[in-house]
């Protein structure tokens, strides 16, 4: 294989730059001629290529979002744009496409490998935490340091005025960084879209919390629980009669410097592309399970099911009390 190009899709998550470092320079170690495609899908269809040196990654590793962006692509769900998108990487005589973003990403490079016969690797990233096949995402323990931070210093000012304290993170439909750091920030609720968790059942938490001699409260809550913040905290104020604070978090999760992990993973998972894609190997999805680089039929880890890990969840009640 003599050509490859190298594209970010999707949210923009911490990582990303150094999976691309990793595969540019692997390739340039491999005779390859690297090219990376500017703005995801928009850009594959946009003719937006640019081809890589080894210092076009240069002092990459350590920054946070993407340096040749991203963007969610509607216009590639249209089979003629998808087709415009093949010629292009046609014309370049590139042979093997490497993807970097999340479930919807990868969905659009197996698509595109279906249709066009172009060998393509998926690798995992996204600061949900949300792809079955793998056990952790690239940018996800990123994501939850950030919010650990936030908790900590919250936390500060809510012991100090004897309050509660909502904290939204991201996660509609994977509670993952809620979860994860809710537990390692010692929150009293967590509060996940996987898990039904009545009103009452958190004001009774919460309750108990101010019973027992608790200076504060600190509760969870992914964006995804099916009832809005500001009802949560109305409800809270009623029943409790404290204080109530909201802190939305937002995109204040995406940003920031990879961790370690994040860091390694994030460049394993590019070695292995290259690695793969040289050896004419493609389709693949590459991730981490159980401490180990692995790589799967990218259509068979689409389909697979993720499951809340519930004895982490059954954990918070144990350590909150």
Known sequence: ???????????????????????????????????????????????????????????????????????RSKRFHDPENRKIAYKNLEKLKIEGLVVIGGNGSLEGARILSEESG?????LPGTIDNDLAYTDYTIGFDTAVNTVLDAITKIRDTSSSHDRSTVIEVMGRHCGDIALYSGIAGGAEVVL?????????????????????GKLHNIIIKAEGYPV????????????TGQDVKLVVLSYLQRGGSPTFRDRMLATDCGMMAVELLSQGIGNRAIGEVNGKIVHLDLAKALKAKRSLREELFQEIHILSK
């Open 1 to 71: 294989m003599k050509r490859i190009a190298v594209l970010t899709s999707g949210g923009d998550s911490p990582g990303m730059n150094a999976a691309l470092r990793a595969v540019v320079r692997n390739g340039i170690e491999h005779d390859m001629e690297v090219f990376a495609v500017h703005s995801g899908y928009e850009g594959l269809i946009d003719n937006k290529f640019e081809r890589m040196s080894r210092r076009s990654v240069a002092d990459t590793l350590q920054r946070g979002g993407t340096i040749i962006k991203t963007a």
């Open 192 to 212: 996940l879209p996987e898990v039904e968790m009545p009103l009452e059942e958190v004001v009774e938490k919460v309750k108990e919390g101010i019973e027992c």
């Open 228 to 239: 809005s913040s500001q009802e949560l905290i109305r409800v809270l104020k009623k029943e």
């Open 118 to 122: 172009i060998l393509v690797m998926g």
